[in-house]
């Protein structure tokens, strides 16, 4: 069983989107067929020993 390392004070998360197949539409815009969204997900961990903060690695979700 793994040791806790910290408290987490603080959750990060960030939402994108990709867009995958981008053609030219109407007006010369161009628009996008598929997209892919993703979250990200880190924390602010403090070191109770030390006082000190410092952010883990983003893990990142799939939602498609």
Known sequence: MSE???TPIEK???FY???FRVGE???NEFMASDF???VDVAFCVL???TG???YT???TYSMN
Do not use: C, H, L, R
Request: no cysteine.
């Open 52 to 54: 000190e903060t410092f």
């Open 17 to 19: 989107t990709v867009a």
């Open 4 to 6: 806790m390392i910290g």
């Open 25 to 27: 539409g109407s007006d």
């Open 12 to 14: 990060i998360v960030n």
């Open 57 to 59: 690695e983003p893990v």
């Open 47 to 49: 070191n109770e020993e």
């Open 36 to 38: 892919a969204i993703f």
